[in-house]
Every structure is written in C-alpha cells, then in structure tokens.
C-alpha cells in the first residue's frame, strides 16, 4: 500500500467517524450494503426491490452510504430518499438539494423536487420555488402542493412559514385560472388552500361554468388527496351549470356526499347526457343500482323519493 493511499483511506474513515458523531447516530446494526450495492449497480428491477427493502430498514447510521448513492447514482438515491422518515436523511437531501437542482444529468433535478415534495420539506420550498420559475416543471407544481398541504382543519401556521404558503398559493392560483390551466397547478392550489381559503374560492366559482371546473374534479380523484376536503369541493360543484359535471360527481365520486344533497336531485329531470337524467345519477348513487329502462328507473326514483 502507498503512503498516499493509506492517507486516503484514514481520511475517509475519519469522515465516516465524524458524519457519525454529528448525527448521534449508533454503529449500523445491520448489514445493508449488498442492498445499496443493488440500488446502485443492480437492475432496475433489483433495485427497485432492494431500494423497497432499505425504506424499511435504514436509520441515520448509514448516512454516510445514503451519502455516497446520492453522489454516485441519484437518480436511484433519491426514490429511497423521498421514502425514508428520518431527520438525518432530511437534513441530507436539504444540503444537496441545491447541487442536485443544477445537475446536468437529465431527470435528476425533477427526481430531486420528487423527493422534497414527498418529504414535505418546507426548508426545501424557496429552492424548489425557484425551480418551478426557471424550468415551468410540474413535478415542482406537485411538490409545491404536496410541502404546503392544508387540512380543512388544521391550524394556522407559523408566520414565517405562512408567508411561504401565501406565496407559493399566489404562484399556483394563477397558473390555474387560465384557459390553459394544468391538472399538476389545480391540485396543488386545492391542497394548499385551508379552509377559509377554498370556501372563498368554491362561492365565487363553483356555481359558474369556470374554465377549471374539470380539473377541481379530477383533482380531488387523485389517490392521496384529503377525503374531507375532496368531499367539500364536489358537494360544492354540485351547483354547476355543467349538468354532464354534476352527473358525473353523483355517479362516480369517490368521496362521501351528504344525503340530503343526493336526495334533492331526486326530482330534477334535467338531462345530463344522453339518456341520463340527473334524477337518474342521484338514484344510482343512493340505491347502488342503474335500472336499464326509463320505467324502471322512474320506478326506483319514486321509491326513493317515498
């Protein structure tokens, strides 16, 4: 062995020790190397089932090789990355996440807002803003969205923080009120929206025939968006002028809409589509059945209505 090479290799080791110290974190209990190794050179497959294995089983003792794949491979690193929970493996993504951001090899900045947005880091916000304005990426759209979500009844933030949230909502509500609105720009305004925020929103609009009126509704059909506040916007659409929109949200939404809303359509005959009538979609979706004739389905209306 060289004198140089032995110096690298105590050099290395020593920044192994003290990546160690600075995050508390005790000697890895478990050897999970072949498991990075597979996340880093196996195949997709391998290291798509490697990098599932490793989300359940790391902990901030192995940063510094969570450290490594990010450097050698991060376009596999940062999947694992937005999977993981730990404060260390936060920390770590938030200090590369600039030099990620202006990686030259393609899908790795998008792959790095993936990430960020998935951990909800709103450290990660500013940078992630800026790179929405730079590069018009959706995955920044949805991160943006995913970092400031809102519960119909969460609590007020913290100055500092709802100051971020007003800014991005401010970004994310004019992308979204064009003609050329996009579905990544909608959903993200409604989940950032709290609930003062989105009763303004849906009194002034919903009743109208506004130009994102679709995307509201396949926003709120996305696997992961609040059920409540989902709820709330289609009981809401249920006002619109857009029969063919109202029909299709008692026939198939996903979320749980109040009885007595569903009940009142009950007597309305307007004809949502073809051989539809609203009267017909409420029917289905209180009894769990579309009869096939026009009598039969008069038949089930009455009943309901009895």
Do not use: Y
Not at 28 to 49: I, K
Not at 260 to 282: I, M, Q, Y
């Amino acid at each position: 062995m060289t004198r140089g090479s032995w110096k690298a290799q105590v050099r290395s080791a020593a920044a192994t020790f003290l990546l160690l110290a600075a995050c508390g974190a005790a000697p890895p209990r478990e050897d999970l190397e072949p498991l990075f190794a597979r996340v880093e050179t196996g195949t997709a497959a391998e290291a798509l089932e490697a990098s599932a294995e490793l989300a359940a089983k790391v902990d901030d003792a192995w940063l510094p090789r969570l450290g490594i794949l990010l450097e050698r491979a991060p376009l596999r690193a940062l999947p694992l990355v937005g999977d993981l929970a730990t404060e260390g493996s936060a920390r770590l993504l938030l200090e590369r996440l600039p030099g990620l951001l202006g990686s030259p090899t393609g899908g790795v900045p998008r792959a790095a807002v993936v990430a960020a947005g998935l951990r909800r880091l709103r450290a990660a916000a500013p940078l992630v803003m800026d790179h929405l304005e730079r590069t018009g990426d959706p995955a920044a759209i949805r991160a943006l969205g995913r970092i400031w979500e809102r519960g119909l009844d969460d609590p007020p933030l913290a100055k500092a923080d709802e100051v971020e949230r007003l800014t991005a909502l401010a970004v994310l509500h004019r992308l979204s009120t064009g003609i050329d609105a996009a579905p990544e720009s909608v959903e993200a305004m409604l989940r950032t929206m709290t609930r003062g925020e989105l009763e303004d929103f849906l009194g002034k609009h919903a009743a109208e025939r506004f130009p994102a009126r679709r995307l509201c509704d396949q926003a709120v059909r996305r696997r992961g968006f609040d059920p409540g506040k989902g709820a709330r916007i289609h009981e809401a659409l249920l006002r619109s002028p857009d029969l063919e929109l109202v029909a299709g949200i008692l026939d198939t939404s996903p979320h749980a809409l109040p009885e007595p809303v569903v009940r009142a359509f009950l007597s309305d005959r307007r004809p949502a589509r073809e051989g539809t009538l609203l009267c017909d979609a409420a029917a289905a979706r209180l009894s769990g059945r579309r009869p096939a004739t026009r009598a039969e389905r008069d038949a089930l209306i009455e009943s309901l209505r009895n």
